[in-house]
């Protein structure tokens, strides 16, 4: 009697684990995981540019102000992304309209030469991510799967990442 009940009360466990994972971890888009400060991820997208820019010091200063203002914008925009509450089409929106005006000021302060280099980085990356929008759900396994997921931090970086990083 005294084994019966042992293994009853095992299964509920494994049963009340297993319904747990099955239900999600109960974070909204963008809360998996604790992404770097905004003023890491700045610096990080300022650099990027920099070295691929060859940016000098003063538009360096004012591009990392841009990506700050704009990282700032995304970790609002993320607080805003409880579970359960928002409204994700139009956080997605919202994303896409700081994302536009964080071009619009980097692109200003551009010389011509680096607004070629910059556009064209752009469409590299546009390329990329169609690829890869393409080609998901085509990763090893059985076909029941839909690939890869996506990383839950800021995809900031992803327009300065190169080919099989």
Do not use: C
Not at 32 to 53: M, V
Not at 122 to 144: I, P, Q, S, T
């Amino acid at each position: 009697m005294k084994t019966k009940f042992v293994l009853v009360l095992f299964l509920a466990l494994v049963w009340m684990i297993g319904t747990s994972y099955a239900q999600g971890n109960g974070k909204g888009i963008g809360q998996g995981k604790n992404p770097k400060p905004a003023t890491e991820r700045a610096q990080k997208r300022t650099d990027k540019l920099t070295q691929k820019l060859g940016l000098s010091e003063d538009q360096k200063k004012q591009i990392y102000d841009i990506n700050l203002a704009t990282a700032q914008t995304h970790d609002a925009i993320r607080a805003k992304n409880q579970p359960g509450k928002g409204d994700r089409p139009a956080l997605v929106q919202e994303r896409r309209a700081a994302e536009q005006e964080r071009d619009s000021k980097i692109t200003a302060v551009l010389t011509p030469d680096q607004l070629t280099k910059y556009n064209q980085m752009k469409a590299e990356a546009k390329a990329r991510a169609a690829d890869k929008m393409k080609n998901k759900g085509k990763g090893k396994g059985k076909g029941k799967g839909k690939g890869k997921p996506a990383p839950e931090e800021d995809n900031d970086e992803d327009m300065f990442e190169e080919d099989g990083k």
